[in-house]
């Protein structure tokens, strides 16, 4: 499975657009990209998937540029509940038989009044 | 919405008891996974069934760890003896095999060993 590599921290402010990018240089062909949100006290959320191009949910959106070496998850005008810790993962969608989910450290974005 | 529900959501014992975790997954989902967080090591893949055959049990130290689906609507995650560097947060999720939909995580059970 793909490793990747994203920033641990972040800070914004209530309103900003934040884009957190994800680098996964050795995706292979049938991996996709998946995108997951974690509060504290909670388990992890799924918020987007893609493979390529652009996928946009109520959401958040996903930038995946051609190469597919590197992702971008946009949150647009953040508020204090934004408040999270986001992880990039990459895989098959059908992994083979299963989906197996590897967690890498995620992103801490602190969202500022 | 339907969730994935575990029991209990906190546990606080002493070192060699016997620990037992429980995961109601989500009605018709297939595959059930049991995951641990640690600041340490953050996120990782303890196990997982499908249709409650063990798939991949790789992630677990099967000394002191065991984990079965006793039927569809239950999973049990069980530490015996328990050791204080099992302290964290257990998680377990559900979801459909082979459809490409998200695996649905429940809110964890915050475990400490004394």
């Known amino acids: 499975l793909a490793k990747t590599t994203q920033p641990i921290s972040m800070d914004s402010y209530e309103g900003q657009e934040v884009n957190i990018t994800c680098s996964h240089n050795n995706i292979a062909t049938n991996d996709y990209i998946t995108w997951y949100q974690q509060f504290p006290s909670q388990g992890p959320r799924f918020i987007i998937q893609g493979y390529k191009t652009k996928v946009t949910n109520e959401v958040a959106s996903l930038f995946i540029p051609a190469d597919r070496k590197s992702s971008t998850l946009s949150l647009p005008r953040v508020s204090l509940s934004d408040t999270a810790v986001y992880y990039c993962l990459v895989g098959p969608r059908f992994s083979g038989g299963y989906n197996k989910l590897i967690f890498g450290a995620g992103t801490r974005l602190a969202v500022h009044p | 919405d339907a969730r994935v529900t575990q029991t209990p959501r906190h546990k606080v014992t002493e070192m060699g008891q016997e620990v037992t975790m429980r995961c109601q997954p989500i009605l018709g989902h297939n595959t059930v996974f049991w995951y641990r967080q640690t600041m340490m090591q953050g996120l990782e893949l303890l196990a997982y069934f499908r249709n409650r055959a063990p798939l991949d049990d790789s992630g677990m130290p099967k000394d002191r760890f065991s984990a079965e689906m006793p039927d569809a609507t239950l999973a049990t995650l069980k530490i015996q003896p328990s050791e204080p560097r099992d302290s964290a947060v257990y998680f377990c999720?559900?979801?459909?095999?082979?459809?490409?939909?998200?695996?649905?995580f429940g809110d964890g059970t915050r475990l400490s060993i004394l």
């Open positions: 999720a559900s979801g459909l095999f082979n459809t490409g939909q998200p695996q649905h």
